[in-house]
């Protein structure tokens, strides 16, 4: 996945057209994540990706693992797998030129981000996610304490 999304503060979440539906339940989700430290929301307009406008939250866990998750009435439990997300505020454009002189590198508008979902390379080269063991769990603490790696089920 790789998708567009704006930065969004927590009263801008609040106010956007998305509580129409339940009001008060769209706030208490909001402030739910508040309880949080390092909270981020994100908006992703609708697009190709979505054909509806989508939120995504990005906060830390006590023990310090970063997580990304999408925000809405609706919740349910996954045993799928994580794979990283990578934010950029860059764009690049032209790479299909092989001399990577001739690519394009432009920064995207202010306050917006790229958000990029990465599966994990496998030793055989498969595209995988990690699994919900103890010991990956260790390693994604590591990966977001150390490096600021940010996880997602999405």
């Not at 995504?56 to 998750?69: K, S």
């Amino acid at each position: 996945m790789k998708v567009l999304a704006k930065l969004m503060t927590a009263d801008e979440v609040k106010a956007d057209d998305m509580k129409e539906y339940n009001e008060r339940e769209w706030i208490k989700i909001v402030d739910r994540y508040l309880t949080y430290k390092d909270v981020q929301f994100y908006k992703v307009d609708r697009c190709q990706v979505y054909s509806y406008d989508r939120f995504f939250v990005v906060y830390t866990l006590p023990e310090g693992l970063r997580l990304m998750a999408s925000m809405g009435y609706g919740s349910c439990l996954s045993s799928g797998g994580f794979a990283m997300v990578d934010m950029t505020t860059i764009e690049l454009s032209n790479t299909d030129d092989a001399d990577p002189k001739n690519w394009v590198i432009k920064h995207l508008p202010e306050g917006y981000v790229r958000i990029i979902i990465r599966k994990f390379n496998s030793p055989n080269g498969e595209q995988v996610r990690l699994n919900n063991s103890r010991e990956a769990r260790k390693f994604m603490i590591e990966g977001s304490t150390k490096y600021g790696t940010i996880y997602t089920k999405e």
